[in-house]
């Protein structure tokens, strides 16, 4: 045989050749799909960082989970957002069993079942009026253990409503001990709890911060993670899964592969990412000026998050993306 002898591109003559040795393929089950419901709204609202991302009303957020589920997606992470009048310096509406994400987590169960796996977020901060993640102090500081008491509170709201899986999300020392205690002793051992245990106190959360209608004062940098820091996160990580996390979380996800490859490698439990807004914002805002290939730009992300070691990727793309996959393989 002439040079060269050896010729990996036999391996990529035609796409079913290139599938049938594809290393890494995202599947549409392995997506989780984050939703926001708005009290009081009667038709979704677009969310203009968004694009294509709304605020839902309860119907149409109905309408969301059965199309995403006949997509395959994977599970939906709902994300309640309260009129000016729900919030409090205390997050009361979370824990509410009237308030709007409980409500949104009962109609999500009794619209699809256990068809896929319904989350609630658990956090505070859409429910205060101050936007931290837990209650303050008299000196202004976010309120560690004081906080993971209501936390505890809110997992048994949300698991009352029908949450298969509960997200905590606020970076507290101790949340997810607190979450597990509280959801055993009102009897919900079978609830599941996805820890952000990785949340980095980035810049790229600005479009979320419109869709939940946020009055955040000041910035988390008290009780998220500093970007520079991988050993930190492992050791979050290591925290929660002692504590009880089924399912360990890094969030953002494009800009820390390197940190979702290191905590795969440390734990033997399943490993979520969230590409957040700010990621999903920047390649809609890119595809808009004609700068890339958006359904392409769309899936290469998903597939380097999923390469990186997540099986798990919320994405405000999934029920798009799922729909595509599908018809891909």
């Known amino acids: 045989m002439s040079f060269p002898d050896v010729r990996p591109r036999r391996l990529r003559r035609t ?19 984050p939703l926001f419901l708005k009290e009081g709204l009667s038709e979704p609202r677009p969310i203009s960082s968004l694009p294509g991302v709304v605020q839902h009303s309860r119907e149409s957020l109905r309408k969301a989970a059965n199309e995403a589920v006949r997509a395959g997606v994977g599970g939906l992470m709902l994300f309640g957002v309260p009129d000016s009048a729900g919030k409090d310096a ?11 994400l409980n409500v949104g987590l009962r109609d999500l169960i009794s619209e699809v079942g256990d068809s896929t796996v319904v989350m609630g977020d658990l956090c505070l901060d859409e429910f205060t009026s101050h936007g931290h993640c837990g209650v303050l102090a008299a000196d202004g500081t976010v309120d560690n253990d004081a906080t993971l008491e209501l936390y505890g509170r809110m997992g048994v709201a949300q698991a009352e409503a029908g949450a298969h899986v509960v997200g905590p999300s606020g970076m507290m020392d101790g949340q997810i001990g607190v979450i597990r205690k509280a ?5 919900h051992s079978d609830v599941a709890v996805l820890a952000y245990a990785a949340k980095y106190a980035g810049a790229f959360y600005g479009p979320f911060r419109e869709a ?9 940098r008290s009780y998220q ?27 953002p996800a494009l800009p820390y592969l390197d940190v979702i ?10 490993v979520a990412a969230y590409q957040v807004s700010g990621e999903y914002a ?6 808009a000026n004609g700068w890339l290939d958006r359904q392409g730009v769309m899936l290469e992300t998903l597939t380097s998050i999923k390469r990186a070691g997540a099986q798990i990727i919320l994405t405000y793309w999934a029920t798009e993306a799922a729909q595509l996959l599908r018809s891909r393989y």
């Open 15 to 33: 796409a079913a050749m290139r599938r049938l040795v594809e290393e890494t393929r995202v599947a549409p089950a392995e997506l989780v799909l």
């Open 261 to 270: 490859a290191a905590v795969r490698d440390r734990v033997d439990i399943p």
């Open 183 to 187: 959801l055993d002793k009102a009897g």
């Open 282 to 287: 920047m390649v809609e805002a890119a595809a």
């Open 212 to 220: 939940v209608e946020s009055t955040l004062q000041g910035d988390r």
């Open 90 to 100: 205390t997050g009361s509406g979370g824990i509410d069993p009237d308030g709007i």
């Open 225 to 251: 993670q500093s970007p520079g820091n991988v050993r930190e996160a492992l050791r979050e990580v290591e925290l929660d899964v002692a504590e009880g996390a089924d399912i360990v979380m890094v969030k």
